[in-house]
């Protein structure tokens, strides 16, 4: 069965104190890995898609990288704004109805202090 | 660009009463999703839509929920009737093809009392 676990379930930083978040997944076969943030109240943002081992993406202070099982969402100097739950999910290579379907983590919930 | 519109953003309703919600897709996105989200869980897939036909609806329970895409833009789903545990977070999104990147809308709060 596909599944997304992630960790830290919470994770609390100060300003500036870099960290790192996991998403560990089990899939028959991986078409995409993609980040998400989601404010209160608020639908999922799309922030990266990954495809292969090896890949990474930037996006400011933001950088997601990609293994065989897992992939790391690298958090550099983060600000206040940055707080938010960040959601990982996978898409598997399907057939038929099941080609486009995300399999959600519970997501980590990231609050930064100034 | 104009992104995922939802409508209602919030609802409350009591337990056996029925409740619908309606989404408008981004221009010329063929794949329309609905999700839910249960407090404290990633979104969980309820069906997903090509154009006006049903793509997979295998974890939809179709004892109560129910959805259409009729002119293959907007949808609707609706539950009928509610249960306390229908309580949730109900989200579409939309991508250009089955296999693209999914943008979502703000959802609709619902609570079921």
């Known amino acids: 069965e596909d599944q997304v676990t992630q960790s830290p379930e919470a994770l609390r930083l100060q300003e500036g104190e870099s960290s790192s978040l996991n998403c560990s997944y089990t899939v028959s076969g991986l078409r995409g890995l993609f980040w998400y943030r989601q404010d209160p109240g608020k639908g999922p943002e799309f922030l990266f898609t990954?495809?292969?081992a090896g890949e990474e993406k930037e996006k400011e202070r933001l950088k997601a990288t990609l293994t065989k099982k897992e992939s790391f969402l690298h958090i550099t100097a983060p600000k206040p704004e940055d707080s938010a739950t960040y959601l990982c999910?996978?898409?598997?290579?399907?057939?038929?109805?099941?080609?486009?379907?995300?399999?959600f983590g519970k997501g980590t919930k990231l609050s930064v202090k100034p | 660009e104009a992104g995922v519109a939802q409508s209602p953003r919030y609802k409350i309703i009591e337990k056996r009463q029925s409740v619908a919600f309606w989404c408008n897709p981004i221009?010329?996105?063929?794949?329309l999703y609905w999700y839910q989200q249960i407090l404290g869980q990633g979104p969980k897939l309820l069906i997903q839509?090509?154009?006006?036909?049903?793509?997979?609806d295998s974890q939809l329970p179709k004892d109560r929920f129910s959805a259409e895409r009729l002119k293959g833009v907007d949808s609707t789903l609706k539950i009928q009737p509610a249960k306390l545990e229908d309580s949730a977070v109900y989200l579409c999104?939309?991508?250009?093809?089955?296999?693209?990147?999914?943008?979502f809308g703000p959802g609709t709060r619902l609570t079921v009392l």
């Open positions: 999104a939309s991508s250009f093809g089955g296999r693209d990147t999914q943008y």
């Open positions: 999910a996978v898409q598997a290579v399907g057939y038929g109805g099941s080609q486009g379907n995300l399999i």
């Open positions: 990954l495809y292969s």
């Open positions: 839509f090509q154009n006006n036909g049903v793509v997979d």
């Open positions: 221009s010329g996105h063929a794949t």
